[in-house]
């Protein structure tokens, strides 16, 4: 088991000066910083292996191919898939769910049906079902809050209905924290018929999760927030439900026989995956996902919490700030705002002093209306993030303050 000083060593940028000072980095949740196993394993595999896949006969063709194959393995394995087979790489959580509305929801959501949301989602799980839900002629409806942040369960289960189609639902808020009770919410769901779609951006970064177990229909993650590079995400799909759907994006590798008039579709998972894939970044992922089994995702779990509740704790105490989302059992973010600073001014005077935390509305302005304010600032954490940066984050804090002159 490799200690926190270990840890830190992996990432050479987290030992980088700014603005004079030592790196805080609190900025996780919006993209991961990188351990040099991933980074190696890129220049590896493009030094001695690389070539596109699926294609040439050729010997490096297929050691590509092997090794981008072994990731898909990987990946799924990770998070405890049913199969490989319904592991699709696609650019990130935005396309895997955009995936799912076009060539599910157009196809099987009808005229007059529902898509049952939460006001928490991020954009990238609000706007696809916008879309889709005004090509169909279906309603959206969302799951009611409450004060604290987390789903009203009873009020929820009265919108869920037979006329349901989708459930899409965030699995941990990006700026609230909720961690959602996914699982329950998928059997709650199957049992009036809707289909589950589950954003699981900020969850599979933090915390052991088991696509088995929670048993929704299609799941969607990023890799760059869980030490992968970007250009690369997952979406997982139950097969019988892939195999009833059209293709997403068209062109090589999703074809079987191509006619001029016609085509048909390849196996699973190719039929989505159209063009040449994310070979590298795969691999990269992979690597990532290695040094994640490496530390214990269980290990990540709970640190990031002890952090968490450290900075929930301190940032509720300090005068003038307030802090969203529930008090207990959330995930490694804490989004929070203090009096008489505007969220862009504090995370300038912070970065002053080496703290990079996130500002503004996190795409989640629904979300931003629902706690009545603008923005936010928040600070986001992960598995090399230490008690004393928490320190150095509230230390910043007061000094914004006093520079500012707020109380
Ligand atoms: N949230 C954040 O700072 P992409 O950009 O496709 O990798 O991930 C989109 C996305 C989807 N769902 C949730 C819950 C997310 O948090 C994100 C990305 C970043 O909170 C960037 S806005």
């Known amino acids: ?33 990188k351990p040099v196993q991933a980074l190696d394993a890129f220049c590896r595999f493009c030094e001695s292996r690389y070539a596109n896949v699926h294609r040439g006969v050729h010997t490096l063709g297929e050691h590509a191919t092997t090794d981008y194959e072994a990731a898909r393995t990987k990946v799924a394995e990770f998070v405890n898939a049913p199969s490989s087979k319904g592991i699709i790489f696609t650019r990130g959580t935005t396309e895997s769910i955009n995936l799912v509305a076009y060539a599910f929801g157009r196809r099987f959501v009808k005229h007059g049906q529902a898509i049952l949301l939460t006001p928490m989602e991020h954009h990238a799980n609000l706007v696809p079902w916008q879309l889709m839900a005004k090509s169909v002629g279906a309603e959206l409806r969302f799951w009611p809050m409450k ?30 924290g909720t961690i959602n ?3 329950e919410i ?9 289909k589950v779609l589950v954003d699981g951006a900020q969850a599979v970064p933090h915390m052991p999760v088991d696509l088995t ?76 996902i290695s040094y994640l089994n490496d530390v214990g995702m269980e290990w990540v779990y709970s640190h990031t919490r002890a952090l968490t509740s450290k900075a929930y704790e301190l940032l509720s105490q300090e005068p003038g700030v307030t802090v969203y989302g529930p008090a207990v059992d959330r995930g490694p973010v804490v989004a929070f705002n203090v009096a008489g600073i505007h969220p862009h001014d504090l995370a300038a005077l912070l970065d002053q ?13 629904p979300l931003m209306r629902w706690l009545e304010v603008q923005a936010t600032a928040r600070a986001s954490f992960y598995l090399y993030n230490t008690m004393e940066e928490i320190d150095v984050m509230m230390d910043a804090i007061r000094m914004a303050k006093k520079v500012l002159r707020v109380a």
């Open 147 to 176: 004060p604290d942040g987390t789903l009203d369960m009873e009020a929820g289960k009265k919108l869920l209905d037979s006329s349901v189609a989708l459930v899409a639902i965030t699995h941990v808020s990006n700026v609230l």
């Open 353 to 365: 002093e080496g703290v990079a935390i996130r500002a503004g509305h996190h795409c989640a302005q």
């Open 213 to 288: 177990e929670i048993d929704a229909d299609f799941y969607a993650f990023s890799g760059h927030k869980m030490l992968g590079p970007t250009g690369i995400g997952v979406l997982w799909g139950r097969l019988d439900v892939l195999e009833d759907m059209e293709p997403f994006l068209t062109g090589g590798e999703m074809i079987k026989e191509v006619y001029l008039d016609h085509a048909t579709w390849n196996d699973l998972p190719y039929k989505f995956e159209a063009g040449t894939p994310p070979i590298s970044e795969a691999i990269t992922l992979s690597a990532a």
């Open 186 to 194: 998928a059997l709650m769901a199957h049992q009036v018929g809707a």
């Open 1 to 33: 088991m490799k200690t926190i000083t270990e840890i830190r060593k992996d990432f050479p940028i987290l030992n980088m000066k700014v603005n004079g000072k030592s790196l805080v980095y609190l900025d996780n949740a919006a993209s991961s910083q």
């Open 181 to 183: 009770p996914v699982r």
